[in-house]
């Protein structure tokens, strides 16, 4: 399949001009001014519109079985959705039981992921230690193309990792060259503050927020980046939702750490007051962890990622419907953790980013696309728009707006946390591989045609290890 994007101005993470694209085979082949188009080739008319790599949430849910229920968007409806909304790739996470082989976790996630109609990739969790656990990550590293590891930092009693899982798990991710990342909240905090909610009385959703304050947030990113310091391995920390988690963030950088945060669209546009709405579903459809904040935090959130203490965008998309929220009605530590996003996070950035003046259209790339790709080793085939690259690319409307709403899009949850919000700025055609998956309202997503996409090792790594070793070796040379 051959197609040539005539006209359009290109938009990466470092320029801005003018050329055509001309994609076959599903990679970017040509790049230039007045392209010729091959004999049967598509022209896609790109005037008046911007021409971006499509974009990568490396933060998704899809079908997640969790907190006694599974999340009700799976890989095929939660990647076509990602396409109608410009984004081409997720990275989504294996979360093996406790006990269970992480192998065998990350096998059954391949299983169910094979329906994607988009490329994705796994970050694998470490809910658990043991010798097969230190084992099962070298083979995931090398053979399956895992470079990142998850550590819920929460969740205690289920999957929370504990300081000596961390340790243990961080060391081995350095030896392997992969990254951490964290869900950084105290679970331990959050355990005895939810006990005291509940026994005080208070069930409903509004006593969410009360029992993962931003100090269990500050708490936890400090602790799992001074881990990461010791042990000498970068660290990633996930959907930073408080200033005291930029904080951190800032200082650890400042001291010369490898440090990268992740914001959700959601943290930096929503604020706590969602948890008191009286009508209770409406409530506890935001219930989400770590929480929406109070907004001098969503101020923080956005000052972070315009100043460089956060890189990367996500959704955490975990959708879960109104039937399933009720789990919870009599109590709200069991409402299931969830809320959606992959459809809308790139009209919502770009509205709220680009439309604000908050950020530049490279800066939109780069914290939408590139930066993840960086950051999780799959730059320059995702992320870019160069010869070679994926031909992953989302054709941008700027003078397109819409109001959104769950009665209108795609994804499979029965309500939207941006539900009513007015965005100029739209995905009017998204390519998957060449393949044009999104043209002006009419979804063409292909179950099936994701592919996985194997992230390799950090090289950096290897090498700092290999000097490390061989100066380890090295006799002390007496020059006498
Ligand atoms: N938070 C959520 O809200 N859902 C899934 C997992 C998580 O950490
Ligand atoms: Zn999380
Ligand atoms: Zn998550």
């Known amino acids: 399949m051959t197609s040539l994007i005539r006209g359009g101005i290109i938009v990466t993470a470092e320029q801005t001009y003018r050329a055509d694209v001309l994609c076959a085979e599903g990679k970017i082949a040509a790049i230039g001014k007045d392209l010729e188009a091959p004999s049967g080739c598509d022209i896609i008319d790109a005037g008046g519109q911007y021409v971006m790599p499509g974009g990568i949430d490396p933060h998704t ?45 990350y096998r059954t996630w391949r299983e169910w992921s094979q329906k994607s109609a988009a490329d994705y990739g796994f970050h694998v969790a470490i809910t658990w230690w043991d010798e097969s656990v230190h084992e099962e990550m070298g083979t995931l590293v090398r053979e399956e193309g895992i470079n990142s590891f998850k550590h819920f930092m929460a969740y205690k009693g289920a999957i929370m990792a504990t300081d000596e899982i ?22 331990e905090l959050v355990f005895q503050l939810q006990k005291k909610l509940l026994a005080e009385g208070m069930t409903g959703p509004e006593a969410h927020p009360l029992s993962r304050p931003p100090a269990a947030e500050g708490e936890a990113a400090n602790r799992a980046l001074r881990f990461a310091e010791t042990i000498g391995v970068p660290l990633y920390i996930v959907h930073v939702s408080t200033s005291e988690a930029v904080e951190e963030l800032k200082r650890a950088r400042a001291e010369g750490q490898r440090a990268y945060g992740e914001v959700l669209a959601g943290h930096l546009l929503i604020d706590e007051s969602v948890y008191q ?13 770590p929480p929406f904040r109070a907004p001098e935090h969503q101020e923080a959130l956005w000052k972070g990622l315009q100043g460089g203490a956060l890189q990367t965008t996500a959704t955490d998309h975990c959708c879960f419907c109104a039937d399933q929220k009720a789990m919870g009605r009599d109590d709200f530590t069991l409402i299931p953790n969830g809320t959606a996003g992959v459809e809308d996070r790139m009209s919502v950035l770009w509205h709220h980013g680009v439309g604000t003046g908050r950020l530049t259209m490279n800066e939109f790339v780069a914290a939408t696309s590139a930066n993840a790709a960086r950051i999780f080793n799959i730059y320059p085939k995702k992320g870019c728009i160069a010869v070679g690259s994926d031909a992953d690319i989302v054709i941008w409307d700027p003078a397109a707006g819409k109001t959104i709403s769950a009665k209108t ?30 043209v002006d309202g009419d979804l063409r997503a292909v179950r099936g045609a994701g592919e996985y996409v194997k992230r390799p090792a950090f090289h950096a790594s290897f090498d700092a290890l290999a000097i490390q070793a061989a100066a380890n070796k090295e006799k002390p040379v007496d020059r006498g």
């Open 61 to 105: 849910h899809m079908q997640l079985p969790f907190m006694g229920t599974v999340a009700s968007e799976d890989f095929y409806t939660g990647t076509a959705a990602a396409l109608a909304g410009g984004t081409t790739s997720i990275i989504d996470f294996v979360i093996p039981d406790p006990e269970q082989s992480i192998l065998d976790a």
């Open 166 to 187: 961390m340790y243990n798990s961080f060391t081995r991710a350095l030896e392997l060259g992969a990254m951490p990342t964290v869900h950084a909240e105290n679970g």
């Open 277 to 289: 709405n009286p009508d209770w579903d409406k409530a506890a459809a935001h219930v989400m962890s």
């Open 409 to 438: 899009h795609h994804q499979n949850i029965d309500t939207n946390i941006f539900e009513g919000m007015r965005v100029k700025g739209l995905a009017s055609h998204t390519l998957t591989r060449g393949a044009l998956a999104y």
